[in-house]
């Protein structure tokens, strides 16, 4: 957008924790049917990487524009400081983690210019939970009901029901600054801002559509899941909503309205536990009864309904009526006796100096438990380490190596005793969890095509650390598993071998398997094998499936060829070429890898064939292309993974070794290549 031009809609964006969702979000945003906007992203002063991501995002679209702040300064604040950039005719907010449904800008921009430029439009939205469920306003037949025309708040006073958000409205800009409207420091910042703009709005205007998916967290991922003082802010947040309107005379017939408003919502707030701590729940009602003592309307009487009863507590301070319904309110649940036998089976203490370890549901020893095992042995030793596998997979196990069968007598004893639990996939349902014990979700690869969570959602908040190896894969992690869980962003202990073998060991590794020096081996990882690789090249092929540890093929291969696979991602850590080898489609992913690819594209065997009789796929274009995916996927991968983790979950130590920068590492080199520089 060139300078100093004026777009139809300004959207303010600001961030703060929202790494997760800003990308679905600002996509939401850009692939809009009608373009004539720009997005102000703010950078609320966010360590967790949403400033980055903006740059990103502005950097491939002039439409995005970024605001840094220096420091953290709440919500609201972050706003003012979008608004005051604002180039548009109209204003939207929307937060970080909500999204614009297809074809929304367009709807509004037609409804604006239907209505005549009005002061607000306001439209709907339905509440996304984190299982996928959609929730509409429970006040969306007055859209279609009494939605016509344009209407001033008195006239249609029913549009002040709704929730008090700013993300469902489009303001006209200069009536925004004409009036000088600004939003509060504090939670609960919209309530303040929508009853000075909706009372002061000479013409409103409403588009029957759903415009935001309105984000619910399980999680601590906004106001709702929020506990602590910071919820009295409501109270202050009120106090602003009743001055603003017993500042203006005209204004004094929505006294007793505002009055109801605001004691039904600080009790929505009382009654809810995540908010409200229940050895909190006094206090905040005490704080509650002298707001309403402040606002109170001189002529007000009890509404003889249940709403009304609830109102009249907080009026009289009757904290004894309330908590006793509160009480008696309850369902009385007693636990079922498979839980109270649960409870005996797990009485045993626990030792502080035992962890349980399990890789791909129970059937190896291998990926990041078995690294992360290794350097405890080392680092901790400790700390014993015992592994569970399945009955008809022993043979999997070294000797040497302390393990129990999963399901035997043994299993259950180890489980009621460990302190730490390891896995790259989630424990049965059999294994409970006490107090005391600690669950470390290594993951087993960087995500390409989509998960679910599905019936396991609970098992994952049984976690407490999960490993990531990229800010790409902790957003999607975050995303996919919204659970309470600390991310770990060390790498993946598994590909430390790839960072600190030396070109013996590689060269051991090849004899191992047969190969000298002069032999370029190929690492086939493909996940629907078509035709022999071996028919289309003179090098040698080594099939991921088939031979020792899955780090020692990468380590003794010279070329990696793939489709999906998710070892891509951990061979791009040796920088050596990889060619994409694509013949159909791979279902549902977060990104198209061929847009943004590990080196060289193939989509047929002619093509691969071609590409090494001409040597393309190690040809400088492609390790360019492998360079951006490095600096993209192998972030944190520099070596020393299983030592931070190992410091940091078993050890308890915070200040773990820093990451190596890309550029100051080392990996192992390719006997191939070094023979052939040679």
């Known amino acids: 957008m060139a300078l100093g031009t004026v777009p139809k809609f300004s959207i303010v964006v600001p961030c703060h924790a929202s790494r997760a969702w800003l990308r679905p979000c600002l996509d939401s945003v850009l692939s809009q049917s009608f373009t004539d906007f720009e997005v102000l992203g703010v950078d609320d002063a966010d360590a967790d990487g949403s400033g980055r991501i903006l740059d990103e995002y502005a950097a491939a679209d002039p439409r995005v524009r970024v605001l840094h702040l220096e420091e953290n300064v709440g919500l609201g604040p972050a706003r003012n400081a979008g608004l005051k950039e604002c180039r548009g005719e109209y204003v939207l907010f929307l937060d970080a983690d909500d999204l614009y449904l297809p074809g929304s800008l367009e709807a509004i921009a037609r409804r604006i210019d239907d209505t005549g430029q009005p002061d607000i439009v306001l439209f709907d939205y339905e509440r996304i939970f984190w299982d996928g469920r959609l929730v509409g306003n429970q006040r969306h037949d007055a859209f279609a009901r009494e939605g016509a025309g344009v209407f001033t708040a008195a006239e249609r006073p029913i549009f002040l029901t709704f929730l008090e958000v700013v993300w469902n409205k489009a303001c006209r800009r200069d009536f925004l600054s004409r009036h000088g409207f600004a939003f509060t420091a504090g939670f609960y910042e919209d309530a303040p801002w929508t009853y000075s703009t909706m009372l002061t709005a000479e013409r409103i205007a409403t588009l029957d559509r759903v415009v935001v998916h309105y984000r619910q967290h399980r999680t601590g991922g906004n106001i709702h899941a929020t506990s602590g003082r910071r919820q009295w802010d409501i109270f202050d947040q009120y106090d602003r909503v009743h001055a603003f309107i017993q500042s203006d005379p005209e204004l004094a017939g929505w006294r007793r309205f505002a009055f109801d408003r605001s004691l039904d919502h600080i009790l929505a707030v009382l009654a809810k536990p995540e908010r409200i701590a229940p050895e909190d729940r006094a206090d905040f009602f005490h704080a509650a009864h002298a707001f309403a003592k402040r606002w109170k309307p001189d002529d007000y009487t009890i509404d003889r309904s249940r709403r009304g009863f609830r109102r009249w507590q907080l009026i009289y301070d009757d904290y004894a009526t309330y908590s006793t319904l509160k009480v008696t309110g309850k369902v ?63 043979a999997d196990i070294p000797e040497g190596v302390e393990y129990v069968v999963a399901g035997s007598p043994a299993y259950q004893k180890l489980l009621g005793r460990a302190t730490y639990f390891v896995n790259n996939a989630n424990w049965s349902r059999d294994v409970g969890k006490r107090p005391g014990q600690v669950q470390l979700q290594t993951q087993h690869g960087t995500p390409l095509k989509k998960q679910t969570t599905g019936p396991d959602l609970d098992l994952v908040d049984r976690w407490d650390f999960n490993l990531s190896s990229n800010r790409y894969s902790s957003e999607i992690w975050e995303r996919t598993f919204p659970s309470y869980f600390e991310e770990l962003e060390y790498g993946y202990p598994r590909n430390d071998r790839l960072l600190t073998a030396t070109l013996a060991d590689v060269r051991a590794i090849r004899a191992a398997l047969g190969f000298d020096d002069s032999q370029l081996v190929l690492l086939d990882a493909r996940e629907g094998s078509h035709y022999d ?39 791009a850590n040796l920088d050596r070429p990889i060619v994409l080898l694509v013949e159909g489609s791979p279902g549902e992913t977060y990104f198209d890898i061929t847009e943004f690819p590990p080196g060289l594209v193939a989509q047929s065997a002619d093509e691969l064939r071609a590409a090494f009789r001409s040597a393309a796929f190690a040809a400088p274009e492609a390790a360019k292309h492998r360079q951006l995916f490095r600096e993209r996927f192998c972030e944190y991968d520099d070596g020393r993974a299983a030592e931070r983790v190992v410091r940091r979950v078993f050890l308890g130590e915070d200040d773990v070794p820093a990451i190596t920068p890309l550029a100051h590492r080392s990996p192992a080199p390719s006997a191939y290549w070094s023979n052939l520089r040679a």
């Open 332 to 394: 009385l649940q007693f636990p079922s006796p498979r839980n109270s036998v649960g409870k005996l089976l797990h009485r045993a203490k626990l030792d502080p100096n035992l962890a349980v370890y399990a890789a791909c549901r129970c059937t190896r020893y291998a990926c990041n438990p078995r690294a992360i095992y290794e350097k405890a042995a080392e680092l901790a030793p400790q700390v014993r380490g015992v592994w569970v596998i399945d009955p008809e997979h022993l």
């Open 533 to 571: 690789l071996g028919q289309l090249t003179d090098a040698a092929v080594l099939d991921v499936n088939a031979g020792p540890r899955v780090d020692d093929l990468m380590l003794a291969a010279d070329v990696l060829i793939t489709d999906y696979s998710a070892l891509t991602f951990d061979y």
